[in-house]
């Protein structure tokens, strides 16, 4: 069923008095279409900010692109193995709420529960137990520009170079001790979050707040429902009181501000299942093809056209992550690809995050190209080229980063 047909249903519904599980924004866009007053509605605990983006974007930390900030990758050379909250990336379908935690309430409802809707203040949430991991949240358009710049293909999105990812130590709640105790059954299908920042409206169509649906299947096995980043509550830009953590899926899974979690017992849609965050191009079914986990990456921690001291040693470092699981080894080139060494692997090696690693180097003046492709303990391996498709998701190619040394 298409998204369309989905909202008329719904609408449906809901004139007819059957609908549940709608929140305030689906009940402010069908109460307009329908003329009804705005005082049947109920008080958001959700206000606007200043701008889209609360948090401070210094141009040596960020490259913004409108409600959007990716972290430059020389802002994390001797940073820890997480990267701080205040140069980790930024998506923003629209711009940052500011929740009352006090306020907030998580609403669980839907045919796949026993009864409900069932609510959950943030208090409630931390007296459950809590586990805290290393994961990595990254956009599945992370590398997009390198499509256009490598590849020489034409993609639409933001044009991000490789700073759409990052790594946290996120706490929180299991999402699958939050279900059961809503009385998840049996019949439950998709686990669908939405978030509490404005809708997303794009070519004139509001498509409704940020969601997407899991399976029931991925919902219980590793995701939580975090409100704790880096040992501090949830900032603002990062998903403010409580966020999803879904370890080795595309960013866009963990829906930020999260307000409602549907449960259903048929499958859910959403624009982003189905217009975004599919493969559309030559070779793909016409609908797209949908893809729901990450891929492998490598990056050096320096931005392109850094300029090296000439005939001195230096340390190059890096980092690189796979969402099929651990890296087994990064191999690094200085001369555009030619000849290969192994980088050294510094630190933890941790499932769903990343390897940190480093390669002596003395350059000879001149401008030399710097390439790193990363292995995992699956045998997945960087390809050269990045395989085409028009939204130009998945880049995992490797990237050639031009320097100078003089
Ligand atoms: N509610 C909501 N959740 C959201 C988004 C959003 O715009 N609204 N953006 C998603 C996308 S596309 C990504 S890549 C991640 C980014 O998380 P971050 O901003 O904490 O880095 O959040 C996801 N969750
Ligand atoms: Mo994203």
Redesign the pocket.
Known sequence: MDERAYDERRFGQWLSGQATGLDRRDLLKLAAAAGVAGALLPASPATAADGPIVKPLPPELFRTFGTNAETLWSALKDVGYHVPIDR???????STPIIDADAWRLTVFGAGLRGGPVEFSLRDLKRLPSVARSVT?E?AGNGRSYFTTQQSQTVSGTAWGLG?V?VARWRGVRLSTVLRRAGLTSRAVDVQAS?L?PNYVTGGVDLGP?RRPLPVRKALDDVLLAYEMNGSPLPA???HPVRLVVPSWI??S????VGRIEVSDAPLFSPWNTQFYRFFGPGFPADGQPFDRQSIKSAFELDPGATFPAGRLTWLTGRSWSAAGRIRHVEVSTDGGTHWRRARPTGPSIDNAWQRWEIDWRPAAGDHVLLARATDVRGNTQPDVARFNTLGYLFDAVVKVPVTAA
Do not use: E, L, M
């Not at 980790?88 to 629209?94: A, E, L, Q, Y």
């Not at 963990?254 to 501000?257: A, L, P």
């Open positions: 980790f990336f930024v998506r923003n379908h629209t949240i956009c759409a990052g978030g920042d940020v830009d990062h998903g960013g866009i963990s829906i930020k501000w």
